[in-house]
């Protein structure tokens, strides 16, 4: 009786396997590429015809192989990367499962010319379905030069499968786009039917970044960085105001290699969120670096999906830094691409991110209506007796300010190289920014920031507004109001938040009562985000108030000194950056 299970033959295997890792050319010219990157080339040459249908060519420079590695690379599973269990956890390599040779050469041709840096001559072997054809000793420089030819003949109904030559290398020069970032320190050059399309060289990010994706893209992105001891970010995100309605530009690279990763997008997205509106899209250019035992990449044949074990953190880390990056970086709309440093606007120390500096009298009060007088005199000194210090910090320039339609601020401001631009403000939202970050400071350093009032002031209130302030007295304390007694039906007042002016006080502390009862307000750690939220609520300018110039000033002043300057606390934008030349002349 014979065995209805038999076990299939060599090239049927390799055949499956193949199904899953080479789907198209464009699987084929990541996989060689891939190679020729672990191997440490340091040129790269991607030699296409007709869209990869015809023939792929990759040649490098790298480590080479001798004459038993260039045949041995063909057999399934063969690989120099790994060689224990443990080494699966410690990937260092974009290639580690030894399959994509074997499966390229189970469905097309392969040529392939090798030569080691110490090997005496090159060696040559030619492949059909898997199988030798040919084998030879050849004079050839240092490195490694594949030719994969006639795709898919073997195998028809994959072939039939294959697009028309346009998308097809579109998913060509996706698979070299993401390689071609990756590997900024390899210089690469891609041939499509004897046309050289793209010559890089050695570059940074930025300047790759550029050669991609032409020179427009340096001045619609902004740098993001972040250290921490689980992961270290960087890269670049696109400015909002550049968002677009196709997908555009977006990459995560884990350990410089590219993957898709939709819960990371979802992270940077949502660092967007009210920024941009709901059917367009960010780009991005972000490189995480994790340790390696902190990742699974073996999740699908083609690697480029990825597990995280600190998953919930690593999001977290990426939406408060691309938060952080959008919020500080967008003053700068134009930088000069030429002037690598023009990220690092005079800075104070060169690995931290600097963000432009406005000098901000913190203990200057513009809102404080008491005396417009002592206003301008406090304003004067400091000019007087900082003028040294401001000279050096102060990078940004006013040129230009109005209030429009009583509730807007325009501005244009000029940095330290003279590129002036343009932005317009929400004064509410952008008030409650200021004394959101400011109030969420002092609490998260127990620092309560009161001023006394010259007479104390005596407020009347309801019966269950009183209840409610004798409930949260601590609060109001923490908070820099300081009560001095409850009576029947008033409290009497002799401090106020120091952020604050004493216009309007039974209105605010009426509005903060307010926000206690509907937000449940409790002076706990947790709570610190929305006690400051309600804070700032409660007691900002008003949308209709008029302001006077110095305090527009001021307000602009505080607001670039907020780590999220165009955020407003509800998510949407409170400022907007504008190029009035971009507009007009497109
Ligand atoms: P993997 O990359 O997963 O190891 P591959 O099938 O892609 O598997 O390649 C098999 C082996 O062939 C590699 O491990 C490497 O040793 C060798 N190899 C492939 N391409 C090159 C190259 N361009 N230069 C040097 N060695 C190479
Ligand atoms: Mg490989």
């Not at 601020?409 to 403000?425: D, M, P, R």
């Not at 900002?540 to 505080?558: F, T």
Request: glycine share 4%.
């Amino acid at each position: 009786m014979h065995s209805k299970i038999k076990l299939l033959p060599k090239n049927v295997i390799n055949q499956i396997a193949a199904g899953e890792v080479i789907q198209r050319p464009a699987s084929i010219v990541k996989e060689l590429i891939d190679n020729s990157v672990d191997a440490r080339a340091k040129n790269i040459h991607l030699i296409i015809k007709k869209s990869g249908k015809e023939s792929i060519q990759v040649i490098d420079d790298g480590i080479g192989m001798n004459k038993k590695d260039i045949l041995i690379c063909f057999e399934r599973h063969s690989t120099s990367k790994i060689s224990t269990t443990e080494d699966i956890f410690h990937i260092n390599t974009l290639g580690f499962r030894g399959e994509a040779l074997s499966s390229i050469a189970s469905v097309a041709k392969v040529i392939l010319k090798s030569k080691e840096e110490n090997g005496e001559t090159g060696n040559q072997v030619i492949l059909s379905q898997g199988t030798l054809e040919e084998q030879k000793q050849i004079i050839k420089n240092n490195g490694t030069d594949i030719t994969v030819k006639n795709l898919f003949f073997n195998i028809p109904a994959r072939k039939n499968f294959l697009k028309t030559d346009k998308v097809e290398l579109r998913h060509i020069v996706d698979e070299f786009t993401r390689s071609a970032l990756a590997n900024k320190n390899i210089s690469f050059k891609f041939t499509n039917n004897n046309d050289l399309i793209y010559n890089f060289k050695q570059e940074n990010l930025k300047q790759r970044i550029n050669s991609l994706f032409g020179k427009n893209i340096i001045e619609k992105i902004v740098p993001i960085e972040e250290e921490t001891d689980i992961v270290s970010i960087s890269g670049f995100l696109g400015k909002p105001s550049f968002a677009k309605k196709t997908r555009g530009e977006q990459f995560f690279f884990v350990n410089d290699r590219f993957v898709k990763a939709p819960y990371l997008h979802h992270a940077v997205t949502n660092a967007f969120d009210g920024l941009i509106q709901k059917d367009v899209y960010a780009s991005y250019f972000i490189f995480l670096k994790i340790n390696t035992e902190k990742i699974d990449l073996n999740v699908h044949p083609s690697k480029t999906e990825i597990k995280f074990d600190d998953d919930k953190l690593i999001y977290s880390i990426l939406l408060s830094s691309s938060k952080r990056s959008i919020g500080k970086f967008n003053i700068s709309p134009s930088i000069d691409f030429e002037t690598e440093s023009s990220f690092n606007i005079p800075t104070y120390s060169n690995k931290v991110v600097t963000e432009p500096k406005i000098h901000v009298n913190k203990k200057f009060n513009p809102f404080d209506t008491n005396s417009k007088e002592k206003n301008t005199e406090s304003w004067k000194k400091l000019f007087d007796s900082k003028e040294k210090e401001i000279k050096e910090e102060e990078l940004i320039d006013i040129v230009e300010i109005v209030q429009i339609n009583e509730g807007y601020v325009i501005c244009v401001l000029k940095n330290n190289q003279g590129i002036s631009s343009t932005y317009l403000l929400d004064q509410r939202k952008c008030h409650q920014r200021i004394i959101y970050e400011n109030q969420l400071k002092n609490l998260n350093s127990k620092k309560i920031t009161t001023q006394k009032l010259i007479f104390s002031q005596e407020i009347e209130l309801t019966n269950s507004d009183l209840l409610v302030i004798k409930d949260n007295e601590l609060l109001f304390n923490e908070i820099g109001y300081n009560i001095k007694k409850i009576e029947k039906n008033l409290i009497v007042l002799d401090g106020i938040p120091s952020f604050m002016n004493s216009k309007n006080l039974k209105e605010k502390i009426e509005f903060f009562i307010e926000e206690i009862k509907n937000e449940n307000l409790n002076i706990t750690d947790k709570a610190f985000n929305k006690i400051s939220r309600s804070v700032a609520k409660s007691s900002s300018i008003k949308q209709n108030d008029k302001l006077e110039k110095i305090e527009m000033v001021e307000l602009i002043k505080s607001l670039f000194n907020c780590e999220s300057p165009f955020l407003g606390i509800d998510g949407k934008p409170c400022m907007i950056n504008f190029e009035p030349k971009n507009i007009f002349d497109v």
